[in-house]
């Protein structure tokens, strides 16, 4: 079973808590579990009590029970803390994803979704009452409603449904295109040079193509002197740019980097109701393409952090992302993209910015990342192989002492049930809770193909973003400076040739009888001057740099 078929309303599946016995065992009702809790429910619940504004995610589960008096929260202001939400395939993940980003949208809190699978996309419609929405909301004590949430789809670079999201190659800068390129430190010199030259010159690097064009000048015989006196480009290195580019571009890249280029502050708009605005980015079309998926979320990150002041500690966050399938994100990085990441999870908390990650384990992201993640939500895990145990007990040492065997407990929930454990108020963490979810209020599954579209092209960021736009660039400007120079060298030859012969059959004809060399020198001016020279000599120059631009540059030459 996919997640997009393991709702938060399977309200009869899974063990409840440490005892393993069954919640559907028990026959609890929406009043199952009130009354007095025990000892150690007291002590779990006490460290959830919230003061201020925070997200619902649950009741507790203890000794196989449901415990809707015991409710399980996030404080609002944590949530930029960042998170973990991690379980096996088929155990919800993704509707723990789903509600706790419709409780932020509800709080106003902008949220950028990552959708993969293609089936977070139906938080834009209310949601479909049931049985079994019924009996989980009863088991919980969720007041539930169906309702929809505000939401903007997009797609890298208009691959799959949704406004075109694209990027320049300047915007992203040599540091970062060299890490996502794989660049040694020398190479990573060389791309700099590169960028600093096409600066100097105007240049402008909008897409993969002007930087193919730039690099192949620069190795050219006219290009190199270009560089000679800071430092210069040597053939070798440019050819390692220019695989890694063309093997990039093997990727999607191309279709990703260009204009118009997306504003980022875009994903912290709020609707006019005040909730705050869900972006749904539909990767479903570029899920076997992680590199540049990976190279969108370097771009975002990096250019949301450029952009966004300090604030510190607020009592909500300006947006969190959810990136789900998170593995695709890790799979294959190199060191230098995995410390980028680091580092800018590390410090966007302050520009008031939370991630969260979901994925299958714990041990898909990196431990330098993992150990930013302060809120944790982990959702059952399996035990079939000897690799699956020792992901398991791996997971157990990273939460905090409990009541609970977690070892046990973490293969006996059932779908829709978590271990959960976050930050308090105060920044501590929380006793470790298995907790049985609320059911989101949204649609849990894909949002209607026609629907999607319409809203789509209904958006008010369409017709600012949805055509691309391919101005003159780099690669049209030096494809004019080289077909001007070929020009004008063609040109010389054919004045140089003409003027040959031309002194040539003046010499023969003279039989000796001694023409003065001023009057050679005179037919010659007379036949270059003359209009129909001009014309022949501008002609074969033309064409001559046309043919030479082709072959430069990558253009394929038309057959007759």
Same mark, same amino acid.
């Given at each position: 079973?996919?997640?997009?078929?393991?709702?938060?309303?399977?309200?009869?599946?899974?063990?409840?808590?440490?005892?393993?016995?069954?919640?559907?065992?028990?026959?609890?009702?929406?009043?199952?579990?009130?009354?007095?809790?025990?000892?150690?429910?007291?002590?779990?619940?006490?460290?959830?009590?919230?003061?201020?504004?925070?997200?619902? @995610?649950?009741?507790?589960?203890?000794?196989?029970?449901?415990?809707?008096?015991?409710?399980?929260?996030?404080?609002?202001?944590?949530?930029? =803390?960042?998170?973990?939400?991690?379980?096996?395939?088929?155990?919800?993940?993704?509707?723990?994803?789903?509600?706790?980003?419709?409780?932020?949208?509800?709080?106003?809190?902008? $949220? /950028? &979704?990552?959708?993969?699978?293609?089936?977070?996309?139906?938080?834009?419609?209310?949601?479909?009452?049931?049985d079994k929405v019924t009996e989980r909301a009863g088991q919980v004590g969720q007041q539930w409603e169906a309702k929809s949430f505000p939401?903007?789809?997009?797609?890298?670079?208009?691959?799959?449904?949704?406004?075109? @999201?694209?990027?320049?190659?300047?915007?992203?800068?040599?540091?970062?295109?060299?890490?996502?390129?794989?660049?040694?430190?020398?190479?990573?010199?060389?791309?700099?040079?590169? /960028?600093?030259?096409?600066?100097?010159?105007?240049?402008?690097?909008?897409?993969?193509?002007?930087?193919?064009?730039?690099?192949? /000048?620069?190795?050219?015989?006219?290009?190199?002197?270009?560089?000679?006196?800071?430092?210069?480009?040597?053939?070798?290195?440019?050819?390692?740019?220019?695989?890694? $580019?063309?093997?990039?571009?093997?990727?999607?890249?191309?279709?990703?980097?260009?204009?118009?280029?997306?504003g980022t502050a875009e994903f912290l708009r709020q609707a006019p109701d005040?909730?705050?605005?869900?972006?749904?980015?539909?990767?479903?079309?570029?899920?076997?393409?992680?590199?540049?998926?990976?190279?969108?979320?370097?771009?975002?990150?990096?250019?949301? /952090?450029?952009?966004?002041?300090?604030?510190?500690? &607020?009592?909500?966050?300006?947006?969190?992302?959810?990136?789900?399938?998170?593995?695709?994100?890790?799979?294959?990085?190199?060191?230098?993209?995995?410390?980028?990441?680091?580092?800018? $999870? =590390?410090?966007?908390?302050?520009?008031? $910015?939370?991630?969260?990650?979901?994925?299958?384990?714990?041990?898909?992201?990196?431990?330098?990342?993992?150990?930013?993640?302060?809120?944790?939500?982990?959702?059952?895990?399996?035990?079939?192989?000897?690799?699956?145990?020792?992901?398991? =007990?791996?997971?157990?040492?990273?939460?905090?002492?409990?009541?609970?065997?977690?070892?046990?407990?973490?293969?006996? @929930?059932?779908?829709?049930?978590?271990?959960?454990?976050?930050?308090?108020?105060?920044?501590?963490?929380?006793?470790?809770?298995?907790?049985?979810?609320?059911?989101?209020?949204?649609?849990?599954?894909?949002?209607?193909?026609?629907?999607?579209?319409?809203?789509?092209?209904?958006?008010?960021?369409?017709?600012?973003?949805?055509?691309?736009?391919?101005?003159?660039?780099?690669?049209?400007?030096?494809?004019?400076?080289?077909?001007?120079?070929? =020009?004008?060298?063609?040109?010389?030859?054919?004045?140089?040739?003409?003027?040959?012969?031309?002194?040539?059959?003046?010499?023969?004809?003279?039989?000796?009888?001694?023409?003065?060399?001023?009057?050679?020198?005179?037919?010659?001016?007379?036949?270059?001057?003359?209009?129909?020279?001009?014309?022949?000599?501008?002609?074969?120059?033309?064409?001559?740099?046309?043919?030479?631009?082709?072959?430069?540059?990558?253009?394929?030459?038309?057959?007759?």
């Amino acid at each position: 079973m996919s997640d997009s078929d393991s709702t938060g309303e399977d309200a009869g599946s899974g063990t409840g808590g440490g005892s393993g016995t069954d919640a559907s065992d028990t026959g609890v009702a929406s009043g199952g579990g009130a009354g007095v809790l025990p000892q150690p429910a007291q002590e779990i619940a006490a460290g959830y009590a919230v003061s201020g504004a925070a997200l619902d @995610l649950g009741a507790l589960l203890w000794d196989g029970v449901c415990l809707p008096d015991a409710q399980i929260r996030i404080p609002l202001a944590m949530l930029n =803390r960042h998170g973990l939400v991690a379980g096996a395939t088929g155990t919800g993940k993704t509707k723990t994803l789903q509600l706790i980003a419709e409780q932020l949208s509800a709080h106003g809190v902008p $949220v /950028f &979704l990552a959708d993969i699978k293609g089936d977070v996309s139906g938080i834009a419609a209310p949601g479909a009452p049931g049985d079994k929405v019924t009996e989980r909301a009863g088991q919980v004590g969720q007041q539930w409603e169906a309702k929809s949430f505000p939401c903007e789809f997009y797609a890298l670079g208009g691959i799959g449904p949704g406004i075109p @999201l694209r990027a320049t190659v300047t915007s992203f800068g040599p540091v970062l295109l060299s890490k996502v390129l794989q660049l040694n430190q020398t190479q990573e010199q060389s791309l700099g040079l590169i /960028f600093h030259y096409a600066d100097a010159k105007g240049l402008e690097l909008i897409d993969l193509k002007d930087l193919r064009a730039v690099v192949a /000048f620069l190795v050219s015989d006219t290009g190199r002197a270009e560089l000679k006196e800071i430092g210069g480009l040597s053939t070798a290195t440019a050819g390692v740019i220019l695989r890694s $580019v063309t093997a990039f571009e093997q990727q999607g890249a191309s279709d990703f980097f260009g204009e118009p280029e997306f504003g980022t502050a875009e994903f912290l708009r709020q609707a006019p109701d005040g909730r705050g605005l869900v972006s749904v980015l539909e990767l479903a079309a570029v899920q076997d393409k992680p590199q540049l998926f990976s190279t969108f979320l370097m771009w975002l990150l990096a250019d949301l /952090f450029h952009d966004l002041p300090e604030v510190g500690d &607020l009592d909500r966050p300006k947006l969190v992302f959810f990136f789900d399938e998170a593995h695709l994100l890790f799979n294959g990085a190199s060191k230098a993209f995995l410390e980028s990441i680091t580092q800018t $999870v =590390r410090l966007i908390r302050s520009k008031g $910015v939370g991630i969260f990650f979901v994925t299958q384990t714990p041990r898909d992201v990196p431990g330098d990342v993992l150990a930013q993640l302060g809120n944790r939500v982990q959702h059952a895990l399996r035990a079939f192989t000897p690799d699956d145990a020792k992901a398991l =007990r791996s997971t157990v040492k990273t939460f905090p002492n409990s009541p609970y065997d977690l070892e046990e407990l973490l293969t006996r @929930l059932g779908i829709g049930e978590a271990v959960i454990t976050v930050l308090s108020e105060k920044g501590a963490p929380t006793p470790v809770a298995a907790t049985r979810l609320r059911a989101p209020q949204s649609l849990m599954g894909p949002y209607p193909a026609a629907e999607l579209d319409a809203a789509v092209k209904g958006s008010s960021l369409y017709g600012r973003y949805a055509q691309a736009v391919d101005r003159e660039s780099a690669y049209e400007k030096l494809g004019a400076e080289q077909e001007a120079r070929q =020009r004008a060298e063609a040109e010389a030859a054919d004045r140089a040739a003409v003027e040959k012969a031309v002194r040539g059959g003046g010499r023969a004809s003279s039989g000796g009888a001694g023409k003065a060399p001023k009057d050679d020198a005179s037919l010659v001016e007379q036949v270059v001057a003359s209009g129909m020279f001009r014309s022949l000599a501008r002609s074969v120059g033309t064409q001559l740099g046309r043919e030479i631009s082709r072959s430069l540059f990558g253009t394929a030459r038309r057959r007759r």
